[in-house]
């Protein structure tokens, strides 16, 4: 059986497939429309179905949309509706007669349009470069769900995590109505316990916060998160005023009034001061203050050992540390794809255990390589038309030694991965022992200062490297650098001593894990610089053409394109070379 889950109501959509409690690929759709975060700013344009993904889901599977059995939309519209219910849709929530109190989007008749109208849109709407393989499916055989979103976020956090038995909280802006989620895990089952309702919802107030700084306000969040760390939270009892916890796992947010209670807003592109540093570090304070109190809530009210997360706000790795260390939990479990793309991971898996009635588990996701892969007979073929220097490596002993020698290298392998962190797949890879190749790669990327580079470690080593740190691959928790090894790496290390950790084991991903035993042999630390391949405003490389025309225009030293190596004095070479003895000159690089 088939089932594929599809994110498309906000942002980041996405599409994943899964068979028989096994996911057999999962992409976001900004990959291949190269629009970061897969819309255009809002009124999301809840129509644009992720086509690309969905598309890329089948291939990897080999099969065509006529042999789905179920689509799994992240999203339960008729909990909008008035007096409206749906014999399909898969909830745990009876829906609610009237639409929530306070809903104040100009755009909802609308987006609810867009979306009651998505099996419309999957059927008739696919563009036509796609059309063979998203050919219409008979109505009788695909068996279309809405699920609730708060329920595909839980079930995203807890169905494919390492628990059979959990508490599962999610975190994030808004669904239909809730904005916070509480709910207990037990094999294949979601019990919901609580939820909170818009509009109080913490992931809007760090939102409209990001956007008080100066910075996107539904995209950016991340930049705050890293500003905090400059700062001091001289506006903590401010931002205390925002949030009031009701000690049985509510909370409301009060008129937020930024100007009035952290001065005027910075416009885009102004200097930084140490007021926007303080301004950072007092809510994310606060955002961590208040998640550990929930969490301490739903500990007492669960009496579980362990803890799953979701949401778009599980994905502020200092707030998931901290919980870590000094939350009521045992162990946290968070997927790489947290945020609104996860949805289709959890609508998928939620819908196949329940269509199949199977209480095993039969799936624990221990990488994130779900994306499209390419053989090293299609990159040979493209570098080969491209006409450029390259040679195949029988290890990566040379590329070690390149990033010794303090070259920084895009590194292309496997499957690309499924959610916004590099892990390996799509990135760019440095050496930490030089003090200065923070800002080499910020420039590179055309990033801003403020911003940190997070470190890749062998997992067996990690804790003489970070404190507490054991396993952590999906790069969502942050760390306390070992006092000791401060030194020895200090452009992996954050201005408040942390670092944002990936580990890796040979079972996860072969290639990286024998990269970085090959820079331990040459240097004594089992330590790199993993940052995401891209520059600015262009999402991750899909393909290894982008890996090929991101080289070209940016100062990157060298390129691994699967088992070949480019080297750029070396590409330029090759090409003068060409352009010499050959009637035929040798083609742009883009």
Same mark, same amino acid.
Request: hydrophobic letters at 40%; charged letters at 25%; glycine letters at 8%.
């Given at each position: 059986?088939?089932t594929?889950?599809?994110?498309?109501?906000?942002?980041?959509?996405?599409?994943?497939?899964?068979?028989?409690?096994?996911?057999?690929?999962?992409?976001?759709?900004?990959?291949?429309?190269?629009?970061?975060?897969?819309?255009?700013? &809002?009124?999301?344009?809840?129509?644009?179905?992720?086509?690309?993904?969905?598309?890329?889901? /089948?291939?990897?599977? *080999?099969?065509?949309?006529?042999?789905?059995?179920?689509?799994?939309?992240?999203? @339960?519209?008729?909990?909008? $509706?008035?007096?409206?219910?749906?014999?399909?849709?898969?909830?745990?929530?009876?829906?609610?007669?009237?639409?929530?109190?306070?809903? !104040?989007?100009?755009?909802?008749?609308?987006?609810?349009?867009?979306?009651?109208?998505?099996?419309?849109?999957?059927?008739?709407?696919?563009?036509?470069?796609?059309?063979?393989? $998203?050919?219409?499916?008979?109505?009788?055989?695909?068996?279309?769900?809405?699920?609730?979103?708060?329920?595909?976020?839980?079930?995203?956090?807890?169905?494919?995590?390492?628990?059979?038995?959990?508490?599962? &909280?999610? /975190?994030?802006?808004?669904?239909?109505?809730?904005?916070?989620?509480?709910?207990?895990?037990?094999?294949?089952?979601?019990?919901?316990?609580?939820?909170?309702?818009?509009?109080?919802?913490?992931?809007?107030?760090?939102?409209?916060?990001?956007?008080?700084?100066?910075?996107?306000?539904?995209?950016?969040?991340?930049?705050? &998160?890293? /500003?905090?760390?400059?700062g001091?939270?001289?506006?903590? @009892? #401010? #931002?205390?005023?925002l949030?009031?916890?009701?000690?049985?796992?509510?909370?409301?947010?009060?008129?937020?009034?930024?100007? !009035?209670?952290?001065?005027?807003?910075?416009?885009?592109?102004?200097?930084?001061?140490?007021?926007?540093?303080?301004?950072?570090r007092?809510?994310?304070?606060?955002?961590?203050?208040?998640?550990?109190?929930?969490?301490?809530? /739903?500990?007492?009210?669960?009496?579980?050992r362990?803890?799953?997360?979701?949401?778009?706000?599980?994905?502020?790795?200092?707030?998931?540390?901290?919980?870590?260390?000094?939350?009521?939990?045992?162990?946290?479990?968070?997927?790489?794809?947290?945020g609104?793309?996860?949805?289709?991971?959890?609508?998928?898996?939620?819908?196949?255990?329940?269509?199949?009635?199977?209480?095993?588990?039969?799936? #624990? &996701?221990?990488?994130?390589?779900?994306?499209?892969?390419?053989?090293? *007979?299609?990159?040979?073929?493209?570098?080969?038309?491209?006409?450029?220097?390259?040679?195949r490596?029988?290890?990566?002993?040379?590329?070690?030694?390149? $990033?010794?020698?303090?070259?920084?290298?895009?590194?292309?392998?496997? *499957?690309?991965?499924?959610?916004?962190r590099?892990?390996?797949?799509?990135?760019?890879?440095?050496?930490?022992?030089?003090r200065?190749?923070?800002?080499?790669?910020n420039?590179?990327?055309?990033?801003?200062?403020?911003?940190?580079? #997070?470190?890749?470690?062998?997992?067996?080593?990690?804790?003489?490297?970070?404190?507490?740190?054991?396993?952590?691959?999906?790069?969502?928790?942050?760390?306390?650098?070992?006092?000791?090894?401060?030194?020895?790496?200090?452009?992996?290390?954050?201005?408040d001593?942390?670092?944002?950790?990936?580990?890796?084991?040979?079972?996860?991903?072969?290639?990286?894990?024998?990269? $970085?035993?090959?820079f331990?042999?040459?240097?004594?630390?089992?330590v790199?610089?993993?940052?995401?391949?891209?520059?600015?405003?262009?999402?991750?490389?899909?393909?290894?053409?982008?890996?090929?025309?991101?080289?070209?225009?940016?100062?990157?030293?060298?390129?691994?394109?699967?088992?070949?190596?480019?080297?750029?004095?070396?590409?330029?070479?090759?090409? @003068?070379?060409?352009?010499?003895?050959?009637?035929?000159?040798a083609?742009?690089l @883009?």
């Amino acid at each position: 059986m088939y089932t594929l889950g599809i994110n498309a109501a906000f942002h980041d959509s996405s599409a994943c497939l899964v068979q028989d409690g096994r996911v057999v690929a999962a992409a976001e759709e900004e990959r291949f429309t190269r629009i970061k975060h897969a819309k255009r700013p &809002m009124p999301f344009s809840a129509y644009e179905l992720p086509y690309h993904a969905i598309d890329c889901c /089948l291939a990897l599977a *080999g099969i065509g949309i006529d042999d789905v059995d179920h689509v799994a939309y992240a999203f @339960a519209p008729h909990q909008l $509706l008035r007096g409206h219910r749906d014999p399909v849709v898969t909830l745990p929530l009876e829906p609610s007669a009237d639409p929530p109190a306070g809903w !104040e989007s100009p755009w909802q008749p609308l987006f609810l349009s867009y979306v009651l109208n998505a099996p419309r849109h999957l059927r008739d709407g696919v563009p036509h470069h796609l059309q063979e393989r $998203l050919r219409q499916a008979e109505p009788a055989r695909l068996r279309w769900h809405f699920v609730d979103h708060h329920l595909a976020h839980e079930a995203s956090a807890f169905l494919p995590s390492p628990f059979l038995e959990a508490a599962v &909280m999610t /975190l994030d802006g808004r669904g239909e109505r809730a904005t916070t989620s509480y709910a207990i895990g037990r094999g294949n089952r979601l019990q919901r316990i609580g939820q909170v309702d818009f509009p109080h919802s913490l992931g809007l107030l760090y939102e409209r916060v990001t956007e008080h700084l100066g910075f996107l306000h539904a995209s950016d969040e991340y930049k705050v &998160m890293a /500003l905090a760390s400059y700062g001091e939270p001289r506006y903590l @009892a #401010a #931002a205390r005023e925002l949030v009031a916890l009701d000690g049985d796992g509510g909370y409301r947010i009060a008129p937020l009034r930024l100007t !009035e209670r952290f001065g005027p807003p910075r416009r885009r592109g102004e200097p930084l001061v140490q007021r926007h540093f303080d301004v950072a570090r007092s809510v994310q304070e606060l955002l961590e203050e208040t998640v550990l109190a929930l969490a301490e809530w /739903l500990h007492r009210r669960t009496g579980l050992r362990n803890l799953c997360l979701a949401g778009g706000v599980a994905l502020n790795c200092v707030m998931n540390g901290r919980l870590l260390r000094e939350g009521p939990f045992e162990q946290m479990w968070v997927q790489p794809a947290a945020g609104d793309a996860g949805t289709a991971l959890g609508a998928a898996l939620w819908v196949d255990a329940h269509e199949r009635r199977d209480p095993a588990r039969h799936y #624990a &996701m221990e990488h994130a390589y779900l994306g499209p892969a390419y053989a090293p *007979g299609e990159i040979e073929a493209l570098l080969a038309g491209a006409r450029v220097g390259y040679r195949r490596l029988r290890s990566f002993e040379p590329v070690a030694e390149l $990033l010794a020698q303090d070259r920084i290298v895009g590194w292309f392998q496997r *499957g690309m991965e499924f959610g916004p962190r590099a892990l390996g797949a799509r990135s760019i890879l440095a050496s930490p022992l030089a003090r200065g190749m923070q800002a080499r790669l910020n420039e590179l990327k055309d990033r801003e200062d403020f911003r940190p580079v #997070a470190p890749v470690v062998l997992e067996e080593e990690a804790g003489e490297w970070f404190v507490g740190c054991r396993s952590s691959p999906f790069m969502l928790f942050t760390y306390p650098v070992a006092p000791a090894r401060r030194a020895r790496i200090p452009s992996a290390v954050h201005v408040d001593g942390s670092a944002r950790v990936q580990t890796i084991s040979r079972r996860q991903h072969p290639e990286y894990y024998d990269l $970085l035993q090959a820079f331990r042999a040459r240097t004594g630390v089992p330590v790199l610089i993993n940052t995401s391949f891209n520059t600015r405003g262009e999402p991750i490389v899909c393909t290894p053409r982008e890996a090929l025309q991101c080289f070209a225009s940016s100062p990157l030293d060298a390129l691994v394109l699967g088992p070949f190596l480019l080297e750029k004095r070396k590409v330029f070479y090759e090409r @003068a070379r060409i352009g010499r003895h050959s009637h035929v000159q040798a083609p742009a690089l @883009a």
